[in-house]
């Protein structure tokens, strides 16, 4: 089972930080964590993904706790783009199959 | 185009009628996938196809078929439509599935069943 929780919903306000928290606390050792939002009337886009370590790129960071039960991704000043719903997904780092299940995930709100 | 492609965009059939979805990838990527989004929930997939002539079922198989007879397409077919398969379906691809690579959605088909 591939199960993560997130918050319903967040509200944010442009330009400020925003941290979106996962807990995955059944997680293996080799299972990563990946992050994908899908603004409205689109389909999901990839964000960013880690295994252990705290991750950057373009869009966004990715916290990983130590014992990797629980993540937070942080987009670190929130424009009204970033309105969207953000998933945050397990995915074996054995699969042959490339599966993401899906949960309801975070519906983020930005206020200007 | 460059990309994944869905085709029609919006398409509206009644019961009992037999509906093919279009997915095409430009990039070769050898995985491809069928998803289905009901209003306000996430993602369910349908079936997965890890090469040509390579397919597999998801969480939610009943009532579709699929096919990958070429690596760029995997249609999606509804052999005969049910009002319960009234969603919007996305398409996605991928290279190889280790747990880090990312999935490319297309802009999805919103498919009403009457």
Known sequence: ?112 | DAGITQSPRYKITETGRQVTLMCHQTWSHSYMFWYRQDLGHGLRLIYYSAAADITDKGEVPDGYVVSRSKTENFPLTLESATRSQTSVYFCASSTWTGGHNEQFFGPGTRLTVL
């Open chain 1, 1 to 112: 089972d591939a199960k993560t929780t997130q918050p319903n919903s967040m509200e944010s306000n442009e330009e400020e930080p925003v941290h979106l928290p996962c807990n995955h606390s059944t997680i293996s050792g080799t299972d990563y964590i990946h992050w994908y939002r899908q603004l409205p009337s689109q389909g999901p886009e990839y964000v960013i993904h880690g295994l252990t370590s705290n991750v950057n790129n373009r869009m966004a960071s990715l916290a990983i706790a130590e014992d990797r039960k629980s993540s937070t991704l942080i987009l670190h000043r929130a424009t009204l783009r970033d309105a969207a719903v953000y998933y945050c997904i397990r995915r074996g780092g054995s699969s042959n199959t490339g599966k993401l299940i899906f949960g309801q995930g975070t519906t983020l709100q930005v206020k200007p």
